[in-house]
């Protein structure tokens, strides 16, 4: 996890304060009677800490998050497309505080199970004795060699945390003259949000349709096919954006030369104007202990969210191996918040879990700044298998794109977002 | 002979594919029996808050319906219509079908009761 300089010396004086034993820094005056630190304050660790609030507040909650505010990666291809600002996507952290969650600006850099503490890179140690880890996901550079470099990741920007490169992003596509070409490249899945990087195709055509009508935009996906509403993506490539997107599957990426703008395929290179580059992902690096699948992703227990690895420890969200057909959401990390925050609270205070839990995702994409397409799943435990599946008959994806679920999908996400942190 | 032993051989062919075919359809899966306790239920339910607010009060202004405080019955009837294609619908005809009479009912109690 990264974070840059001026949040570090912001972060301080709370930290300081929540340092000792869990149980000593209580809020209101009488002593909890345990407290949950909560790593992170994505979709996931929000939702927890809230929620373990709402459902027992004699448990006390410290969120460690290294943003001053909450950014929304849904909804942030809008940015791109001009249709939305840096502020709409933006949600402070105060509305936690009425939950009576502690939130310290802080970033967490060790996880200490003997001393069941969380070390901070300011601040002293926060007690715990429970700890969720929500990291969302790191980049693996790696596999990129010439984007090792603090100078390259700026220059080609993945942009697929929102925030800072969000706005870099739209910046670049701004500057770019008319003609040019945007390229982006999609990792082999399982990475965060499945769709993504096919409505980001869409947003950036709709802003050169209305402002650089010459350019043009070249999708080099690593996987055989685009990996999530396929159909109603390419019918919106072809209806809406006639001539100006060319998808090349089985393109994977191997490096970027920086300089000449251009991607290193393993077959061919490609020259672009402005490069958006995904790097593969894997659990965020706080949670590098409990990954325990194909060295990138973290496995749990589906009733508790408990790593596999490390007893007291709960892992969500996109930093987690996958059950089967459920993706990297926001929907879904906001449901492992809950399914967590209940299974937290029942084992703290002496009881068994829910042995029959429950999750949805609904997952809308903007095609345009009006027209979107969704994908619904339902998904419940499996006793056999012991992980999450798809309920047969139930879930599916949108007839066609249309303008409701369009205005539908700004409704979601100021309801999820006010369900995570308001 | 050459004839029939070809055929012989088609037929095994087919068998074992149909075989194969049978042998790699996954079995159906064996959920937990669902957990229509206040537990189970208020988690079931709080899946609903992703898109219509927490406990089903959703933000101001919203076009998400709000769930909180309907009458149980008309949750149960909207829900069916919901799953019988009957009522207009962008995502809830195909969550609907996630859920059985006893779960929907439970939820829609669990709605009704927020106040």
Partial sequence: MRMDRRQFLKAGAAGAALAGMAGCAATGGSAAKAR????????????????????????????IEPNEAFVSCPISNMVLGGFRTMADITTPYSGLARHGVKVVRDSATAIDLDKKQVRLAQGGPVGFDRVIVSPGVDFMWEALPAMAGADAQNAVLHAWKAGPQTAMLRRQLEAMPDGGVYVITVPLAPYRCPPGPYERVCQVAAYFKAAKPRSKILVLDENADVTSKGPLFKKAWSELYAGMIEYR???????????ARTVKLEFGDQKGDVLNVLPPMRAGAIAAPYITANRRWCEVDWLTFESKAAKGVHVLGDALQIAPAMPKSATMANGHGKVCAAAVVNLLNGESPNPSPTLINTCYSMVSDKLAIHVASVHKYDLNDRTFKAVPGSGGVSAAMNEAEGGYTMNWARNIWADTLG | MKVRAARTLAGLIAASGTSLALAQQPPPPAFAPSNVTQNGVRSMAANCAACHGTKGRPAAGSAVPPLAGRPQGELIAIMGEFKAGKRPATVMHQIAKGFDDAETAAIALYFEQQR
């Fill in chain 1, 36 to 63: 949950v630190a909560v790593v992170g304050g994505g979709y996931g660790g929000a939702t927890a800490a809230k929620y373990i609030r709402m459902l027992d507040d004699g448990i006390e909650v410290v969120l």
């Fill in chain 1, 249 to 259: 599957p089985n393109s994977k990426a191997i490096d970027v030369d920086v300089g």
